[in-house]
């Protein structure tokens, strides 16, 4: 019997079987790929650390892991095609040296699996699925896995679901999902660019997405570049010389001539939100409770923020299963929670929406923010992590 399991090792569920393990609580982690192999979501995608989250991983002694160091965010700039102004947020603003950093997911999960490797009480299922349940046994959880060698039937306290926006855990409790597709494909690489990147991030806003440079330590741009997904398939056509002729248009030349683009990945911009987040002993976190579009960079934050509230709220306890622990963890995520979304999704909605009418409102928004400081320290607590009940590892202190 494990008091704690967790489906799924990638960013959130890993990060979390770390948190545990820091608050004294023991749990296993299920994992789809073998020794020595890494989930698919740690590839060569560019994840935005909020200032929280930068916080959290080093008190957890994640980021001391990495063998390169991130890439610091002093400055974000947003614009939109075809519309006036502009909005710029400074980290020097609010006496902070940056607002995050730029981490590789392929070298965070390099230094997730070093530090997950320390941890001498962490039960690994791997290679194993999530098979199903087999209902509730004295106060746990009976969980089928499937592995090499068959079935295997396991059981818990807590399950916690942490298996992506598809999450078999969660159509496995019958919990519904409210899905949203915007349309648009996200073309994601490496980029170089005449000019290093000085620690300014770039997000430029069209009818088709977002286009966004993001200053990783090593020279070189993360790239998000957003197309209609109709487009997508021409767009993948394009060999480097011309892709990045198209992203230098759709961007233009605030960072200079791009020079050279990397192998790009592609992925569906969609917004998958979980009806409930919690269950008879079993809850749901990061992109299993809400799958958000990744303007504005709040995917990760937002779901790492779910894993340590629920590591704070059941820590210490004798069943962490118990329905009073759910309860409250579902009441301290409530506000971020629905603020980050309404966030993503409005912003995602509004500036992608090609509607005259709407120019000189964006616009008008733009030039409030630029120049209102009481908006702009509202954006900019959001953009370092800090919305509703903060985990107290996001404010670098102990939980």
């Keep these: 019997m494990h008091p704690v399991l967790i489906v799924g090792g990638g960013l959130v569920g890993a990060s979390l079987a770390i948190a545990l393990d820091r608050a004294g609580v023991d749990a296993a982690l299920v994992e789809a790929t073998p020794p020595g192999s890494m989930p698919a979501v740690f590839d060569e995608r560019n994840l935005s650390f909020a200032e929280a989250t930068v916080n959290a991983l080093t008190v957890l002694?994640?980021?001391?892991?990495?063998?390169?160091?991130?890439?610091?965010?002093?400055?974000?700039?947003?614009?939109?095609?075809?519309?006036?102004?502009?909005?710029?947020?400074?980290?020097?603003?609010?006496?902070?040296?940056?607002?995050g950093q730029v981490v590789v997911a392929r070298d965070f999960g390099e230094a997730l699996e070093v530090r997950l490797a320390e941890l001498p009480r962490l039960v690994r299922y791997r290679p194993m699925r999530f098979a199903g349940f087999d209902g509730i046994e004295d106060g746990c959880r009976v969980v089928r896995l499937d592995g090499p060698d068959g079935e295997t039937r396991v059981r818990a306290r807590?399950?916690?679901?942490?298996?992506?926006?598809?999450?078999?855990?969660?159509?496995?409790?019958?919990?519904?999902?409210?899905?949203?597709?915007?349309?648009?494909?996200?073309?994601?690489?490496?980029?170089?660019?005449?000019?290093?990147?000085?620690?300014?991030?770039?997000?430029?806003?069209?009818?088709?997405?977002?286009?966004?440079?993001?200053?990783?330590?090593?020279?070189?741009?993360?790239?998000?570049?957003?197309?209609?997904?109709?487009?997508?398939?021409?767009?993948?056509?394009?060999?480097?010389?011309?892709?990045?002729a198209r992203v230098q248009q759709t961007f233009g030349w605030r960072a200079g001539r791009f020079l050279a683009v990397g192998p790009r990945s592609r992925h569906a911009a969609r917004r998958v939100v979980a009806e409930r987040v919690v269950d008879t002993r079993a809850v749901l976190v990061g992109n299993a409770a809400q799958s958000l579009h990744p303007i504005g960079a709040q995917g990760f934050n937002l779901g790492l923020r779910d894993a340590l509230t629920l590591a704070e709220c059941i820590a210490g306890a004798a069943d962490p299963g118990a329905p009073e622990l759910l309860e409250r963890h579902a009441a301290r995520r409530l506000d971020d929670r629905t603020r980050t979304l309404a966030f993503s999704d409005g912003l995602a909605r509004v500036t992608s929406n090609s509607a005259r009418l709407l120019r000189p409102l964006r616009s008008l928004g733009l030039l409030a923010i630029d120049r209102d400081s009481a908006l702009q320290a509202m954006l900019a607590g959001g953009a370092m992590g800090y919305r509703g009940d903060v985990p107290a590892l996001c404010r670098g202190a102990a939980a």
């Design 61 to 99: 002694g994640v980021l001391q892991k990495l063998r390169a160091p991130g890439g610091p965010i002093r400055e974000i700039h947003v614009s939109r095609a075809g519309d006036f102004g502009r909005a710029k947020l400074a980290a020097a603003d609010y006496a902070r040296e940056a607002f």
């Design 158 to 244: 807590l399950v916690v679901g942490a298996d992506g926006a598809d999450s078999a855990v969660r159509q496995a409790l019958g919990i519904g999902a409210d899905v949203h597709d915007y349309a648009q494909i996200l073309f994601i690489a490496r980029l170089r660019a005449a000019r290093a990147p000085d620690g300014r991030a770039f997000e430029r806003l069209t009818d088709a997405g977002p286009t966004a440079l993001l200053p990783r330590g090593d020279r070189h741009y993360g790239l998000v570049h957003g197309v209609a997904s109709d487009e997508a398939e021409m767009v993948a056509a394009l060999d480097d010389a011309a892709f990045l």
